[in-house]
């Protein structure tokens, strides 16, 4: 089972990035997948998460309306759309799968496996 994130990288405030997480050795269309990410020095916090089917779509506050979740079982790959990036937005990113049925997918511990993370730096 492995979950492979990519994408990030160094963006100026406002830029756009567009972060990938392929999944392999196991059926991708039975989890839910969720983004996470963890600031130096801070706990890792979700970010946005979508079900099997991608009809449901979960965003923290902080990012609603900036970040977009979506996912192509076909290509076995959940994606994140950042647009507007700031500041606060810089941490490393991890995708995560989680096999259970959730109301929401927020907790850490509702996943699964987890990729290795990618750095997201957003310059003022």
């Known amino acids: 089972v492995q979950l492979q994130a990519s994408g990030g990288g160094l963006v100026q405030a406002g830029g756009s990035l567009s972060l990938s997480c392929l999944a392999s050795?196991?059926?991708?269309?039975?989890?839910?997948m969720g983004w996470f990410r963890q600031a130096p020095g801070k706990e890792r916090e979700f970010v946005a998460s979508i079900d099997r089917t991608a009809y449901y779509r979960y965003y923290a506050d902080s990012v609603k309306g900036r970040f977009t979740i979506s996912r192509d079982n076909g290509k076995n790959t959940v994606y994140l759309i950042m647009n507007n990036l700031q500041p606060e937005d810089t941490a490393v990113y991890y995708c995560a799968a989680a096999g259970r049925d959730s109301s929401s997918y927020y907790y850490t511990d509702e996943y699964d496996y987890w990729g290795q993370g990618t750095l997201v730096t957003v310059s003022s």
């Open positions: 050795g196991w059926t991708f269309s039975r989890y839910h």
